[in-house]
């Protein structure tokens, strides 16, 4: 039988990025990049409607002991040269050890490489420090940017697409999966 999660705090840290747990007190520094419509054109979410708006939100999320047993992992994506907030990765981890997980990088820092940075970093920690045996990305087909980010981290896609509704609209998500290679890391 696997053992209970338990929260593993602290911050990750990259070449350029700080990823620092995620607090209510993150919101107005990242109130702008989240209000940006074109950050949900391929997700079942809106932008927040004012900085209370996402400080609730992200009150809501930021305790990692979640309903079901899973635990809520966020982190708010700092660039250490100026301190600019750049976006959140989000790591949803089943108790049987299989995680989702989502990500968000504002317009103004898109294709630099941060996703790709931060994802690296938070497969790396939740391999070592959760025991994770494999991490899921579930991707609308026509989010170009989502689909090209997970291919270049080594995910593969499954046979089976997930239909579903985007706004009212009927849509298709298709399913990836990274596994963890090698024995559990001890
Ligand atoms: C998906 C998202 C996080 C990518 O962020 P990013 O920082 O621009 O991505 P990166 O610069 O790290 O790029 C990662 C890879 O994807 C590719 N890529 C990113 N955007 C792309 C685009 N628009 N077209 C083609 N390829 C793209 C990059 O070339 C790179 O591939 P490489 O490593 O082989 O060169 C960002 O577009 C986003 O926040 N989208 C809106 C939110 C969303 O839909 N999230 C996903 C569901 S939760």
């Known amino acids: 039988m696997k053992a209970p999660l338990l929260f593993v ?7 350029r990025l700080s990823l620092e747990p995620l607090t209510p007190g993150h919101a ?4 702008a990049g989240f209000a940006e ?5 391929w ?10 708006d996402l400080k609730l939100r992200f009150e809501r999320i930021a ?22 907030y750049v976006g959140l990765v989000e790591a ?25 940075e ?8 939740l391999w070592r420090a959760y025991d994770a045996t494999e991490v899921r990305a579930d991707i609308d087909f026509r989010n ?18 997930i239909v579903t509704t985007l706004r009212g609209a009927p849509s298709v998500d298709c399913r990836y999966r990274l596994r963890r290679r090698g024995p559990p890391i001890r």
């Open 144 to 161: 170009v940017p989502s689909r090209c980010l997970v291919e270049s981290l080594g995910f593969a896609r499954r046979a089976r697409n």
């Open 28 to 31: 107005p520094l990242m109130y």
């Open 118 to 125: 931060a994802c690296t970093a938070v497969i790396e920690h």
């Open 43 to 52: 997700i079942n979410a809106e932008p927040p409607a004012n900085v209370d």
């Open 9 to 15: 705090g602290g911050t990750l840290n990259t070449s």
């Open 92 to 116: 949803t981890v089943r108790p049987d050890r299989i995680v989702f997980l989502a990500y968000y990088v504002f317009s103004a820092h898109a294709r630099q490489g941060f996703a790709r």
């Open 37 to 41: 419509p074109d950050l949900y054109r």
């Open 63 to 84: 305790n990692p002991y979640a309903p079901g047993g899973e635990l809520w992992l966020n982190w708010a994506l700092r660039r250490t040269s100026d301190g600019v």
